[in-house]
């Protein structure tokens, strides 16, 4: 199933997205109203709501604004240098242990949300990603079960302000300006995804093609990576994980291609869905309570 977060007609709620269109969730107040609301009884609610919209004429997909599936998510984790090629064109050699950091909460943005260009930084960057969901709250979960803590799957891109990013080893403040984490279009609910170890994931700039690449080229597996992280601490219902890019990043090319004014960036994964947001110049206020 493809959930989504959604506003049409003034109403937001989550809708159900199909090969003909996106079916809102009828206004009820026994059903969910967002997406973290289902996560911790996903297998009840999810039946409730495909039998919620099985009468509800579909939508075009145009006539509805799609926001973040997930808005505040409680931990954004992502790891780096997680794809060979990746590593080659930074100039590093692969580490022998995963590298991860945080992306603040607050740079969380829609699938067709712009992006800011901050009026701190000309080195901005795409990275498109996969992003997975956790649906289950765990701790010291071993490869093999980590399936099970899988809630979805989404597009993602880890917009890098790479001045600002190689200013400290954890990254933090170069990953995490406001707007700097597109997510969606929706999240597929992981049963639909039959290799998440297997797909497509592109991205391009005004047209352009930048990444090509496939989720079999990690070197730490999405299992890996869970086990890895729930050793130190425990993951809830709504983190999510950035499992790494793929080679040819903006600021890998020569002469180096940072985001400017203007510029739109698609990212595409296969089975998953596409994200497009458009860079503006940040119009800078500032704002206290």
Known sequence: MRIASLI???RQSLGVVDDRGVRPIPDSADMPKDLMAVLPESEVLLERISKSVADVPPLPLDDATFLAPI???GKILAIGLNYRAHVE????EVSPHQIWFNKQRTCIAGPNDVIDKP???????YEGELVVVIGKRCRHVPA???HEVIAGYMVGNDV????WQRRTPTMQ?????DTHGPIGPWMVTADEIEDPQNLTIKASVNGEERQSSNTSSMIHSIREQIEHLTTAFTLEP??????GTPEGVGAAMDPPQFLKDGDVVRIEIGDVGTIENRVANEVAKTTIG
């Open 119 to 125: 009026v701190a930084s000309d080195m901005v960057d």
């Open 144 to 146: 093999e079960r980590a």
């Open 89 to 92: 064109e930074t100039g590093r």
């Open 238 to 243: 709504g983190d999510l994980i950035f499992t």
């Open 160 to 163: 890098s302000v790479r001045d």
């Open 8 to 10: 049409h007609n003034g």
């Open 173 to 177: 403040m170069g990953k995490s300006f």
């Open 71 to 73: 808005p505040v998510p």
